[in-house]
């Protein structure tokens, strides 16, 4: 399935939200601020519902409102940390020669942003894990934007082809991967670079031959 297919499907699964008005923005910033700081101080257990609506200063009935439950709201910061990588990557592209040293380098850039937050990754990680049916939309946005951060770093002249949106599901889910191992303690930071750089030879594979 194409990234517009996925995106089409998802989309008349879940009809979208009218959007928010600048003050339900400025509400909405709070909230996922305070989450992402209640996590990088003590993981996925910190993040409470009534202290994340104390410490954004909204009332805990709006903050249900806005996320259902504390995975609605912690698969939400992932895609806010994504949006904010997303384009901390588009002011400084990786400089690799070929399309599978540009993917790599921007994974291991994004790692590396991780590493430093390590109780704030082992939270979204958790909560997507724990994600089900009903936090469908926000888990298919942080895919979203996982292949596009990919996507973007391949540097393609024209729309990605069928083989090398499977090679980037395959990258997607390596990394994933790779970071669970590593947030438990059973891959160094040495080994989640071999295969991130493994993996992405797979881009190599997808390059036509000429004609």
Wanted: glycine letters at 4%.
């Amino acid at each position: 399935m194409t990234a517009d297919a996925k995106t089409a499907g998802a989309g008349a699964a879940h009809p979208a939200s009218p959007p928010l008005t600048e003050r339900q923005e400025a509400r909405r910033r709070r909230i996922l601020h305070a989450s992402a700081q209640l996590a990088s101080r003590g993981g996925f257990d910190a993040v409470q519902m009534r202290e994340v609506a104390e410490s954004s200063s909204v009332a805990l009935g709006t903050l249900y409102r806005y996320f259902p439950s504390k995975v609605h709201l912690l698969v939400a910061t992932m895609q806010d940390q994504l949006q904010h990588m997303h384009t901390t990557l588009r002011k400084h592209p990786p400089a690799g020669e070929t399309p599978a040293e540009r993917v790599a380098e921007t994974l291991m850039r994004a790692f590396r942003a991780l590493q430093r937050e390590p109780h704030l990754a082992d939270a979204m990680v958790r909560a997507l894990t724990f994600a089900d049916r009903s936090v469908s939309p926000e888990v298919d946005t942080v895919s979203r934007l996982t292949t596009a951060i990919v996507l973007d770093a391949m540097g393609l002249e024209g729309q990605p082809t069928a083989a090398q949106l499977s090679a980037v599901r395959v990258i997607e889910h390596t990394w994933h991967s790779a970071l669970i191992t590593w947030l438990s303690g059973r891959a160094s930071i040495a080994q989640v670079k071999i295969d991130i750089e493994m993996v992405c030879r797979l881009i190599d594979l997808t390059v036509p031959d000429p004609a």
